[in-house]
């Protein structure tokens, strides 16, 4: 419920606090005093549209803040999460109206979009008035209120559903037949591809792989001759070594006959013949590794072939084929096993389709006989309201299904025995729709209703018992949820468990005026339902009539 709202610099309110509490409260003031001001503010706390006028003359910003209280099981609990916004210190939203027009959101001190704001304000508060076209006339909402009333939520709930397996098998099944249908047009050629395919047999990354083996052999090629030559003259018929060899050990056996004069010479003769020696090592082991198969290269050259042949034939990259293969396979597996595999998806789909219409049905008929009690209870508080000679009725036809069911929901109204029953909102007259608005608050109060409802002068041109049928039903819709009524209707003031006084005050020695808004104790308020009984002049007669009304309340 609203426990607070604040107002700043809205129109003619410079500083307005409002403390709120259970049950049903009034405000009341002579008109231009700053009702519609005070209900502007708050729908622009709970995300209406924004408008620069709103700002109070000479000030940059006006602001409004709505403080509530709710259960942890209410829907804008669950809003909250769904955007991130913490709710350990309650639900505070505040909108900042700037002088140029634009306008800032917040919830719980955290920036939101206004459609958030909005969300949660529609989930907070409904406000009602004799002209205003929200207030349950919108067919869309009909079908929600009926299945609140009748406690069918859960199966409403049930039934979209099964509107949606319904709707996710159907569109495996259309899949599955397209797939199914697209491979029997194509079936030969798709054979033949798999044939092709499964025979190349294609790996991902094998282009890339065989090129570089290529190149690498290509290059060997090149430089293999040179390494013979190198090898030939190192180790061939015209080595080094062997002629070096024996001038070595000859050399060695005259080396004690002179020693100082052989013995560099013997030392640089066996450096050269390692090295000779580890160059034809070097050499041999090179020539090894460059020596391949000559036909290993054709084989390379014929499969790269192969493939890029087969990437062009088939539009794809070479990489691509080995994944290109699989989906071929996997398309003609789907044509060779399609037929057992439609069947079962068709009955898969048939008998969701059986499951969602049983449910369907079953909820409508729990609809039609919910509308018959609901029907009767609206009817029921109409004769009180001097409605007498209308009826209430839940228009409900029956077409296509979707996922609220089969049922396109209307509440209807026959004002008079004789004319033709119509939508509500096409048949009631202003006053009418009011009243017909609150007898259905009255029923529907503790199901699918906001926790707080606020309804705006609805007694316009209702007096005497009307009147006090209308405050009799917003003091009973006061017990099950928070009520706010702006009225001009003592009757209504009356039953009140809260009075609010709107009054229009002088300030700066009468050069501008502000709105304020005060709580009337028992006198005072005695006084103010004397003033709307007597008007200017209030006379002990008023004051006596006030006092009775006061204790009927």
């Not at 809260?498 to 050069?511: E, F, Q, S, V």
């Not at 006084?527 to 006379?539: D, K, N, S």
């Amino acid at each position: 419920m609203l426990s607070r709202l604040s107002i700043r610099d809205i129109v003619l309110i410079e500083r307005l606090d409002i403390d709120y509490a259970a049950g049903m409260s009034v405000l009341t003031g002579e008109t231009g005093a700053g009702k519609s001001i005070l209900l502007d503010a708050f729908a622009l706390a709970l995300g209406s549209r924004g408008d620069a006028s709103l700002v109070r003359n000479g000030a940059e910003q006006g602001q409004v803040t709505a403080a509530f209280e709710v259960e942890p099981d209410h829907p804008a609990i669950a809003l909250l999460g769904e955007n991130g916004i913490a709710t350990e210190d309650g639900l505070i939203l505040r909108r900042v109206q700037l002088a140029d027009g634009r306008t800032r959101a917040f919830v719980n001190d955290q920036p939101v979009s206004v459609q958030v704001l909005k969300s949660l304000g529609a989930a907070l508060v409904e406000i009602h008035g004799q002209h205003d076209e929200r207030a349950l006339v919108d067919m869309a909402t009909h079908r929600r209120l009926l299945d609140a009333y009748a406690g069918l939520e859960s199966d409403a709930a049930s039934v979209a559903r099964l509107w949606a397996e319904r709707r996710e098998r159907e569109a495996a099944l259309t899949a599955h037949r397209a797939r199914v249908e697209l491979a029997q047009r194509e079936a030969d050629w798709l054979r033949h591809a798999v044939e092709e395919l499964t025979g190349l047999k294609p790996e991902s990354g094998e282009e890339t792989a065989l090129a570089e083996r290529r190149a690498a052999m290509m290059a060997v090629d090149k430089i293999a001759e040179d390494l013979r030559d190198a090898h030939e003259a190192v180790a061939g018929d015209r080595s080094p070594i062997s002629s070096l060899a024996t001038a070595l050990r000859r050399l060695e056996r005259r080396r004690e006959q002179a020693p100082a004069l052989i013995e560099p010479a013997v030392k640089a003769l066996d450096a050269a013949v390692a090295a000779l020696q580890d160059a034809d090592g070097h050499l041999e082991a090179a020539l090894r590794a460059a020596n391949h198969d000559p036909r290993e290269l054709d084989r390379i050259e014929e499969r790269l072939f192969a493939l890029r042949a087969a990437g062009r034939k088939f539009n794809v990259a070479v990489d691509n084929l080995a994944a290109l293969s699989a989906q071929y396979a996997a398309d003609l597996a789907a044509l060779d096993a399609g037929a057992e595999e439609l069947k079962r998806l068709d009955v898969a789909a048939r008998e969701a389709l059986a499951a969602y219409a049983k449910a369907a049905n079953a909820l409508s008929d729990a609809r039609r006989k919910a509308a018959a009690r609901l029907d009767k209870a609206v009817t029921a508080e109409l004769k009180p309201l001097k409605l007498e000679r209308a009826r209430f009725s839940t228009d409900i036809e029956t077409g296509e299904g979707g996922p609220e069911g089969i049922d396109r929901i209307a509440f209807w109204v026959q004002t008079n025995p004789g004319t033709r029953p119509g939508p509500l909102m096409k048949v009631a007259s202003g006053g009418e729709l009011a009243r017909f608005l609150l007898a259905l608050k009255v029923v529907l109060a503790d199901r699918g209703s906001a926790p707080t409802l606020v309804f705006d002068e609805i007694d316009t041109g209702a007096g005497g018992a009307v009147a006090d049928a209308i405050g009799l039903r917003l003091a009973r819709l006061g017990e099950k949820v928070q009520v706010l009524a702006v009225t001009h209707a003592p009757q209504v003031a009356a039953r009140a468990d809260r009075h609010y006084l709107i009054t229009k005050d002088a300030l700066a020695r009468g050069k501008r005026v502000a709105t304020n808004v005060s709580e009337l104790a028992s006198e005072r308020r005695r006084e103010e339902i004397a003033r709307m009984l007597a008007g200017a002049e209030i006379t002990d007669e008023a004051r006596k009539a006030a006092e009775r009304l006061m204790k009927a309340g």
